[in-house]
């Protein structure tokens, strides 16, 4: 595939380039999705949006109910295709690469977490963990996943199913998963969206610590305020356009 050179919006370095930083491991410009119905007129979800990411750092993505968030999350993460625009991950364009190879990109340099948590129900929590590396063909790296279980306090469960924990030990599973994995870019769907305050604020003290290695990059959809203010940056949707983006500290969710 040639490599496309993309070319940031001023109103994108505007914003986002106000300080030295390193260069952004996803960008999304002009990223569009219209969906059209059997009947009835198409839908816009996302218009002409403009998004940027970077290492070190976790993005908050807000907004309403119905505002496009999610599908923006998921376009930028390559898990749904988008009708115009473009996505670029670690400087790779992912618009046109052919699904198998889109697949092993993801399975090679991203990771996913989300309310759902994605485990699989027959497994263990040690099978869970191990899943990725069976993917992928690789080795499993036992004595640094028993390191990384003690980490979240899951080192004495796991030989257990995944469907005898609470709800905060199923997500600090997928997690465990996650983060044994060492993806560059962690995309996050409301994450703490299931769990209690209390298992919410571990799961951010977990994602922030990933956020605090300078190659990594954690981008998630939140509903919460007290979650957002956890972030570094936060990116508002509003009717599937960019309405505000900017520091923690100088937005209201």
């Known amino acids: 595939m040639e490599t496309q050179q993309i070319v940031l919006d001023p109103k994108i370095t505007d914003i986002f380039q106000q300080q030295a930083r390193p260069e952004p491991s996803v960008i999304a410009v002009g990223l569009s999705k219209v969906v059209s119905p059997r009947k009835g007129d198409s839908v816009t979800i996302l218009s002409d949006v403009d998004f940027c990411a970077y290492p070190g750092q976790i ?6 109910s119905g505002s496009g968030k999610s599908t923006l999350l998921y376009c930028l993460a390559g898990l749904e295709t988008f009708t115009d625009g473009s996505v670029s991950l670690l400087g790779t364009p992912i618009k046109g690469m052919k ?6 990109f993801r399975r090679n340099h991203l990771g996913f977490v989300f309310q759902s948590y994605n485990l ?3 497994m263990s929590v040690e099978e869970n963990i191990a899943l990725p590396f069976t993917l992928r063909g690789a080795r499993f790296p036992r004595k640094q996943a028993e390191s990384m279980l003690d980490y979240f306090g899951l080192l004495k469960q796991r030989k257990t199913n995944v469907t005898e924990l609470s709800g905060g ?15 560059d870019i962690i995309f996050a769907d409301e994450p703490t969206g299931a769990l209690d305050q209390e298992n919410g604020r571990k799961v951010m003290g977990i994602l922030r610590d990933i956020a605090q290695n300078p190659e990594k990059t954690v981008v998630l959809v939140t509903h919460s305020a007290e979650v957002a203010e956890k972030c570094d940056r936060v990116v508002e949707v509003r009717d599937g356009r960019i309405s505000q983006a900017s520091a923690q500290n100088e937005v209201t969710v």
Do not use: F, M
Not at 59 to 64: L, N
Not at 99 to 104: C, E, F, I, S, V
């Open 120 to 122: 699989v129900a027959s």
């Open 99 to 104: 699904p198998t190879k889109l697949t092993k």
């Open 169 to 183: 030990e199923q997500q600090r599973v997928a997690l465990a998963r996650v983060l044994l994995a060492s993806p």
């Open 59 to 64: 993005t908050a993505i807000v907004g309403p």
